[in-house]
T-cell receptor, first 111, second 114 residues
């Protein structure tokens, strides 16, 4: 059953803590992406990776870090440097071209 | 980053009515995509457009890639309750280059009154 999974669905964090969001895909897609969504807003690109061991900053990369050690996995770490981390985080993957397929999302809340 | 202007912001319609929404940009895009998002879920791809002037249908949905490559519209015919949600346009490969991620509009919130 192919698809993109994100875990956990809901995540709570205390201020000053780093937290890592998981994204896994078994679609054999080369490219993977992380977006942030705030209420009433569109999706904003955080980081993307087009190949293993390589990734690029998006429009709002400050306070975030990623790794791409395996084709199937693209975890996102929200660091304590991110000033306003409470948001809905979406991971996507793409074979080639521009069609992107999204996971179910992780809602992060900072307490 | 680039901006997409999506309108209307929200629509209140009666079941059975046709719906029309659009997206405009000051930049040229090589691809226009339309997604639907249900509350608390990830967006689902509805239609992808790759050529200026292209008109593509997916069931009751029809989308067009504007001739100028700076706009796109989505029509939904004979709306039904399950059409409720937020519809996003997204542009890919804009002329200014840069990141290969998509640029998203802020969404059109479709609400259907019984």
């Amino acid at each position: 059953d192919g698809g993109i999974t994100q875990s956990p669905k809901y995540l709570f964090r205390k201020e000053g803590q780093n937290v890592t969001l998981s994204c896994e895909q078994n679609l054999n897609h080369d490219a993977m992406y992380w977006y942030r969504q705030d209420p009433g807003q569109g999706l904003r690109l955080i980081y993307y990776s087009q190949i293993v061991n390589d990734f690029q900053k998006g429009d709002i990369a400050e306070g975030y870090s990623v790794s791409r050690e395996k084709k199937e996995s693209f975890p996102l770490t929200v660091t304590s440097a991110q000033k306003n981390p409470t948001a809905f985080y979406l991971c996507a993957s793409s074979p080639q071209g521009y069609e992107q397929f999204f996971g179910p999302g992780t809602r992060l809340t900072v307490l | 980053g680039q901006q997409l202007n999506q309108s209307p912001q929200s629509m209140f319609i009666q079941e059975g009515e046709d719906v029309s929404m659009n997206c405009t940009s000051s930049s040229i895009f090589n691809t226009w995509l339309w997604y639907k998002q249900d509350p608390g879920e990830g967006p689902v791809l509805l239609i992808a457009l790759y050529k200026a002037g292209e008109l593509t249908s997916n069931g009751r949905l029809t989308a067009q890639f504007g001739i100028t490559r700076k706009d796109s519209f989505l029509n939904i015919s004979a709306s039904i309750p399950s059409d409720v949600g937020i519809y996003f346009c997204a542009g890919g490969g804009y002329s200014g280059g840069g990141a290969d991620g998509l640029t998203f509009g802020k969404g059109t919130h479709l609400i259907i009154q019984p």
